[in-house]
């Protein structure tokens, strides 16, 4: 945990209201395997990572919220009951405390200094970890007694309402209940998870950032979302047992491969071949084989690619690389909606840095930038800080 961010953000705190303030952590995540699945209702393996918000919160005592944003040095005050959209980070925290307010909870402003460390647009979802951590925070401050799960889903209608995206609980899920040197395998249909140690001394996580963000992504994600949809429509027409794509079978499509149509026929596909290869992964896992958990995600990326069209020029540069190098880089894939973000790489430690050589050497010869690294850890979702010593979960 970054102790310079929690005393920077603290410091802020302290200056701009002269009171102490409750602190809370909120981590981005990562996803190992399973993407464009949580919407569909299949398995999804995500992990909180070292990367997170910090925020200190108080009640602010009347309406108002005096929210500073320590990244951008810009600081807004608006009154709960005015919750007017206006820049991107604002509209996050204007969609939590909507939620509350639709349940009933919004028992007045905040005030708030926040700052993270989480590289933006580089895909390890640092809105949801603000959304969450936002959410955590009102709870803890105003004793509202919401569990992690309601917690995710009010951040997640921040994101629906207040930006557009019509994303699944994937990150949300990930940032608020992920645990220590494990990652989640995430039940999305009943929202359950059973908790997967993932540390080998044999691999460490290292993404590696595009430095690409396509601004059509949320009208893509949203149109990946309904060729789902329309697909399962036409499923469960024939077959009333379907809820979801997590009941259809491969054969069920082929069936039904006219009335689907080619571009529903094959994203319908992916999906179905991805939640399978999720539960496959995670019997890998758990068998401690690495090297063909690390062959699935291959396979899914370049299913991501070819046939769920989310991918882009440069992860599947990036993913090539890795590819050429299997002993090195047991597993890589896009992770996250798509378009552009990072890639995941399960790298042999003491190799990170030539690998990372060779990948900056010819990724900058190709599109003439340079791409980020980050080696992460996977570490424990949102909590608060008492003392420097956390809070155990509720
Ligand atoms: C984004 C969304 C998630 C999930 C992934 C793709 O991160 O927010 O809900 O759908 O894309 O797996």
């Not at 190992?32 to 393996?45: K, R, T």
């Not at 604002?90 to 007045?108: Q, T, Y």
């Not at 994303?167 to 990652?183: H, V």
């Amino acid at each position: 945990m970054s102790t310079t961010l929690i005393q920077r953000i603290s410091k802020e705190f302290a200056d701009r209201f002269h009171k102490k303030p409750s602190l809370f952590v909120a981590p981005g995540r990562i996803n190992l395997i399973g993407e464009h699945i949580d919407y569909n209702e299949g398995f999804v393996m995500p992990a909180a990572i070292d990367k997170h918000f910090v925020l200190a919160m108080t009640p602010s005592g009347n309406e108002k919220c005096n929210i500073y944003a320590h990244d951008f040095e810009e600081g807004v005050s608006f009154s709960i009951h005015d919750l007017n959209p206006g820049e991107e980070w604002i509209n996050f925290l204007m969609g939590v405390l909507d939620a509350f307010g639709r349940r009933g909870l919004l028992r007045g402003g905040v005030d708030c200094v926040l700052g993270s460390n989480i590289p933006p647009g580089a895909g390890m979802s640092s809105s949801a970890a603000l959304c969450c951590g936002f959410g955590y925070g009102i709870n803890e401050i105003f004793d509202l007694h919401l569990d992690r799960l309601s917690l995710a889903k009010i951040a997640q209608y921040a994101e629906h309402e207040y930006a557009g995206v019509n994303c699944g609980i994937m990150d949300q899920y990930a940032s608020l209940f992920g645990e220590k040197d494990s990652a989640l395998l995430l039940d999305c249909r009943n929202y359950s998870h059973e908790v997967l140690p993932f540390r080998f001394a044999s691999h460490n996580v290292l993404l590696i950032d595009t430095r690409v963000k396509h601004s059509l992504a949320s009208t893509a994600y949203n149109e990946r979302r309904k060729s789902c949809e329309e697909g399962l429509e036409i499923v469960m027409a024939g077959n009333p047992a379907v809820t979801s794509l997590r009941d259809v079978s491969r054969t069920m499509l082929y069936e039904l491969q006219d009335q689907l149509g080619e571009d529903r026929f094959i994203k319908c596909m992916f999906v179905v071949e991805e939640i399978d290869r999720v539960q496959k992964a995670a019997r890998l896992l758990k068998k401690k084989d690495i090297l063909s958990f690390g062959e699935l995600m291959y396979q899914t990326h370049w299913g991501l690619s070819q046939a769920y069209d989310v991918s882009c020029e440069e992860l599947d540069f990036l993913v090539m690389l890795a590819e050429e190098d299997k002993e090195v880089v047991v597993g890589s894939r896009m992770m996250g909606g798509g378009f552009g973000g990072c890639t995941i790489n399960l790298v042999r430690p003491g190799q990170e840095e030539s690998f990372k050589e060779k990948v900056r050497l010819k990724y900058f010869t190709t599109f003439k930038k340079e791409p980020g690294f980050y080696l992460v850890r996977l570490s424990e979702g949102v909590h608060e800080l008492v003392s420097e010593i956390s809070k155990p979960k509720s």
